[in-house]
């Protein structure tokens, strides 16, 4: 998050011209019906209308555009309906193709089946059990055998270990996932192709890999490069430089993840534009002097890819990915980067191809904390000019502050809790974490290729891990660190971002006429 506050911030203040309807430029009105589209996937699901209404609004907007496009404010208004149109159709075409798989009809049947499947993702393993997920072929409860289709996903111990590509038999009860007030199972797994799950069932492993060859391959090496950071760091320090590195939480104790919770630093744990503009330096470094420019982009491509894929291409992961890359596909071809435009055109790339991410909670909180870097961070910046920047003091706090204005409510809303040690404990850490996250990918080529090597460099970057930690650890003892917020409803959050953006767009218009 940091490096997407430093390349935002170059790019920022937002000009107010980008908003004034007067004279409407491509930028404002594309970047108007893409945010059109991203609310009528939002809406579809609350508000679902007729196929034939879609299909009339759509076809009214696009006339409407056509024959009225010299007075700009009809012509935002016939592009705000083509665009939400166009998403609410997206999500109904979304929902026809999600409907229950055939094997979603066995759930919760008293006597147990006994299914034939094979692991279609990486094995997710935590402290204490490991879960598959599986695309099942047959079905059987010990009279009638079925092939059916469909996935599920199963807890069960971690040993034995099974792998990407096994094909397993399993004996147990089908069961659809449970829904709460505050968590809906069944609707987060739905996202993912997923319609039923399986406790603990018995398990025999058929054959083995079966899977895509390449995947199979990324998950060794995956594999490897988390036995190699166990061999250059104790616990619980490996498994946090895996989350800082590729966004792994399997291994991170309770307690700790209860301490980052509570000081708000969950989100150093996650992938961020830091890592990928990482694998694009990396990239560029090693092959920047082999390659002429205009093959540099395709190579960066490539690895990014990969090492989206690699950390498990999750919407925060795809998003900075994404953005990362028209970054540098900017800067290679020489063109300005428009940083609102980038950050609306892949979160509707991102809809566009599956509508259901928009309710990915790491997704709204990966787009709302960039979103504040954006448009909040130029307001603030001004009233932090008296603060030192001696180790990066005054970015920090602004980086902080900027994402919270913007990703508050949905914490709030989400988990029920409001950190009020974030802010200093962002700004006690942000120094430390490019460096350790730096020093640990050091760590890890120099421990390939010489283990003294790397163990050296990682003694470097286990005093950066502890003192992390232990911010973490004290800034969630202190009296009233984190409090619960009860009943803070999705009514609320909507009134919050309604009132922002209208403080936003004033403030904006406000700065520009006194400029003017």
Same mark, same amino acid.
């Given at each position: 998050?940091?490096?997407?506050? !430093?390349?935002?911030?170059? @790019?920022?203040?937002?000009?107010?011209?980008?908003?004034?309807?007067?004279?409407?430029?491509?930028?404002?009105?594309? %970047?108007?019906?893409? %945010?059109?589209?991203?609310?009528?996937?939002?809406?579809?699901?609350?508000?679902? *209308? #007729?196929?034939?209404?879609?299909?009339?609004?759509?076809?009214?907007?696009?006339?409407?555009?056509?024959?009225?496009?010299?007075?700009?404010?009809?012509?935002?208004?016939?592009?705000?309906?083509?665009?939400?149109?166009?998403?609410?159709?997206?999500?109904?075409?979304?929902?026809?193709?999600?409907?229950?798989?055939? *094997?979603?009809?066995?759930?919760?049947?008293? @006597?147990?089946?006994?299914?034939?499947?094979?692991?279609?993702?990486?094995?997710?393993?935590?402290?204490?059990?490991?879960?598959?997920?599986?695309? %099942?072929?047959?079905?059987?409860?010990?009279?009638?055998?079925?092939?059916?289709?469909?996935?599920?996903?199963?807890?069960?111990?971690?040993?034995?270990?099974?792998?990407?590509?096994?094909?397993?038999?399993?004996?147990?009860?089908?069961?659809?996932?449970?829904?709460?007030?505050?968590?809906?199972?069944?609707?987060?797994?739905?996202?993912?192709?997923?319609?039923?799950?399986?406790?603990? #069932?018995?398990?025999?492993?058929?054959?083995?890999? /079966?899977?895509?060859?390449?995947?199979?391959?990324?998950?060794?090496?995956?594999?490897?490069?988390?036995? @190699?950071? =166990?061999?250059?760091?104790?616990?619980?320090?490996?498994?946090?430089?895996?989350?800082?590195?590729?966004?792994?939480?399997?291994?991170?104790?309770?307690?700790?993840?209860?301490?980052? /919770?509570?000081?708000?630093?969950?989100?150093?744990?996650?992938?961020?534009?830091?890592?990928?503009?990482?694998?694009?330096?990396?990239?560029?470094?090693?092959?920047?002097?082999?390659?002429?420019?205009?093959?540099?982009?395709?190579? &960066?491509?490539?690895?990014?890819?990969?090492?989206?894929?690699?950390?498990?291409?999750?919407? $925060?992961?795809?998003?900075?990915?994404?953005?990362?890359?028209?970054?540098?596909?900017?800067?290679?071809?020489?063109?300005?980067?428009?940083?609102?435009?980038?950050?609306?055109?892949?979160?509707?790339?991102?809809?566009?191809?599956?509508?259901?991410?928009?309710?990915?909670?790491?997704?709204?909180?990966?787009? $709302?904390?960039?979103?504040?870097?954006?448009?909040?961070?130029?307001?603030?910046?001004?009233?932090?000019?008296?603060?030192?920047?001696?180790?990066?003091?005054?970015?920090?706090?602004?980086?902080?502050?900027? &994402?919270?204005?913007?990703?508050?409510?949905?914490?709030?809303?989400?988990?029920?809790?409001?950190?009020? !040690?974030?802010?200093?404990?962002?700004?006690?850490?942000?120094?430390?974490?490019?460096?350790?996250?730096?020093?640990?990918?050091?760590?890890?080529?120099?421990?390939?290729?010489?283990?003294?090597?790397?163990?050296?460099?990682?003694?470097?970057?286990?005093?950066?891990?502890?003192?992390?930690?232990?911010?973490?650890?004290?800034?969630?003892?202190? #009296?009233?660190?984190?409090?619960?917020? =009860?009943?803070?409803?999705?009514?609320?959050?909507?009134?919050?971002?309604?009132?922002?953006?209208?403080?936003?767009?004033?403030?904006?218009?406000?700065?520009?006429?006194?400029?003017?």
């Amino acid at each position: 998050m940091l490096v997407d506050f !430093i390349c935002l911030r170059e @790019k920022l203040p937002v000009s107010a011209r980008i908003m004034d309807v007067k004279q409407p430029s491509r930028s404002f009105l594309t %970047i108007i019906t893409l %945010i059109a589209f991203l609310a009528g996937v939002g809406l579809a699901r609350f508000f679902p *209308l #007729p196929l034939p209404w879609l299909l009339g609004i759509l076809a009214g907007g696009f006339l409407f555009a056509l024959l009225l496009k010299k007075f700009p404010l009809v012509l935002i208004l016939s592009l705000i309906l083509v665009g939400s149109s166009i998403g609410m159709l997206r999500y109904n075409f979304a929902i026809q193709d999600n409907s229950p798989h055939p *094997l979603s009809k066995f759930n919760d049947m008293e @006597k147990e089946v006994s299914l034939t499947g094979e692991i279609v993702a990486e094995p997710d393993s935590r402290n204490n059990h490991t879960k598959y997920t599986l695309e %099942i072929s047959s079905w059987s409860d010990g009279i009638i055998e079925k092939q059916v289709d469909g996935n599920v996903l199963i807890k069960t111990q971690k040993l034995p270990e099974y792998l990407y590509g096994d094909e397993l038999s399993l004996r147990g009860k089908l069961q659809t996932p449970f829904e709460t007030e505050e968590f809906n199972y069944r609707d987060y797994l739905a996202r993912n192709g997923i319609g039923s799950v399986m406790y603990y #069932p018995s398990l025999k492993k058929i054959s083995s890999g /079966n899977g895509n060859p390449i995947l199979a391959t990324m998950y060794r090496f995956k594999a490897a490069f988390e036995a @190699k950071l =166990n061999r250059i760091y104790p616990e619980p320090h490996a498994s946090f430089m895996a989350g800082l590195l590729i966004g792994s939480r399997r291994g991170i104790p309770e307690a700790v993840m209860d301490d980052f /919770n509570t000081t708000g630093l969950t989100h150093i744990i996650a992938i961020s534009g830091y890592n990928i503009a990482l694998v694009i330096a990396l990239i560029t470094g090693l092959f920047g002097s082999l390659l002429p420019r205009r093959w540099q982009f395709p190579v &960066a491509f490539i690895f990014v890819v990969v090492f989206t894929l690699f950390v498990g291409a999750n919407a $925060a992961v795809i998003r900075a990915a994404i953005m990362g890359l028209l970054a540098f596909f900017a800067l290679t071809i020489g063109r300005q980067y428009h940083a609102g435009l980038a950050i609306v055109l892949t979160a509707a790339v991102m809809i566009l191809w599956n509508p259901f991410t928009l309710q990915d909670v790491s997704f709204q909180l990966s787009f $709302a904390a960039v979103l504040g870097l954006m448009f909040v961070s130029p307001l603030l910046e001004k009233y932090c000019a008296w603060i030192p920047n001696k180790f990066a003091i005054r970015e920090s706090l602004l980086m902080t502050f900027s &994402a919270q204005v913007t990703a508050v409510p949905l914490i709030v809303f989400y988990f029920a809790r409001l950190s009020l !040690i974030s802010p200093i404990a962002n700004v006690l850490v942000a120094p430390a974490i490019p460096l350790a996250m730096l020093l640990g990918a050091f760590s890890i080529i120099a421990g390939w290729i010489f283990l003294p090597a790397g163990i050296l460099i990682g003694f470097l970057a286990y005093g950066l891990l502890t003192y992390i930690l232990k911010v973490a650890e004290w800034g969630s003892q202190l #009296p009233l660190a984190s409090l619960e917020v =009860n009943n803070f409803t999705f009514a609320l959050v909507i009134i919050y971002y309604a009132v922002l953006v209208g403080f936003l767009v004033w403030k904006y218009n406000f700065e520009e006429r006194i400029k003017d």
